[in-house]
């Protein structure tokens, strides 16, 4: 039962175009969301976070949005570079849970073309 | 700056033979997290450690163990390997429990079992 999907397993973006990765999520549970970006043979790194609390959050040409009553969450990136091709985890986190380990979505691969 | 550090980063056995995975945790960072992601698959968190009692068990193998020590590293002892076993190993560490922290993970260990 993946509790974090991602449907998309690839996505393809013109560079300077928006690149937009979609999650949805089955526990209601869940109150804070993090993206991360991962290289080959590399860890993943963190890359944004939000809280259930919110709807919105912005850093640099990263943006995060949460739809709490659609349990969606997307990552916009604009504008897309050639260095942001990787993979990119979605994750989320119960803070009130017992278990405080995330549970990750399967990934969406992003290509930036150029 | 300092990041968190896991030996070794490839590692081949046999099946039935034991393997043990190092994570050197950021400084000041009191909790470790382990996670497992196989070929094509999202990571699965498997166990984690804060202040070097066992926090939180995950999909965690029977056949697997884990310790943090008093410098705050952790070893993920895994016996009797399995074909299945081999994936990438990856480490996080954050200052404190909870996601919401932030997590630093690892560039993972390789573990491929013959």
């Known amino acids: 039962d993946q509790q974090v999907k991602q449907n998309s397993p690839s996505l393809s973006v013109q560079e300077g175009r928006i690149s937009i990765l979609n999650c949805d999520y089955t526990?209601?549970?869940?109150?804070?969301f993090l993206w991360y970006k991962k290289y080959p043979a590399e860890g993943p790194t963190f890359l944004i976070s939000?809280?259930?609390?919110?709807d919105k959050n912005e850093d640099g040409r990263f943006t995060v949005f949460l739809n709490k009553s659609a349990k969606h969450l997307s990552l916009h990136i604009v504008p897309s570079q050639p260095g942001d091709s990787a993979v990119y985890f979605c994750?989320?986190?119960?803070?009130?849970?017992?278990?405080?380990?995330?549970?990750f979505g399967k990934g969406t691969h992003l290509i930036i073309q150029p | 700056a300092a990041g968190v550090i896991q030996s070794p980063r490839h590692l081949i056995k046999e099946k039935r033979e034991t393997a043990t995975l190092k994570c050197y945790p950021i400084p000041r960072h009191d909790t470790v997290y382990w996670y497992q992601q196989g070929p094509g698959q999202d990571p699965q968190f498997l166990i984690s450690f804060y202040e070097k009692m066992q926090s939180d068990k995950g999909s965690i193998p029977d056949r697997f163990s884990a310790q943090q020590f008093s410098d705050y590293h952790s070893e993920l002892n895994m016996s009797s390997l399995e074909l299945g076993d081999s994936a990438l190993y990856f480490c996080?560490?954050?200052?404190?429990?909870?996601?919401?922290?932030?997590?630093?993970f690892g560039s993972g260990t390789r573990l491929t079992v013959v």
């Open positions: 996080a560490s954050s200052p404190g429990e909870g996601a919401n922290y932030g997590y630093t």
């Open positions: 939000i809280s259930s609390i919110k």
């Open positions: 526990n209601s549970m869940f109150d804070y």
């Open positions: 994750a989320a986190f119960d803070s009130g849970g017992g278990a405080d380990g995330l549970t």
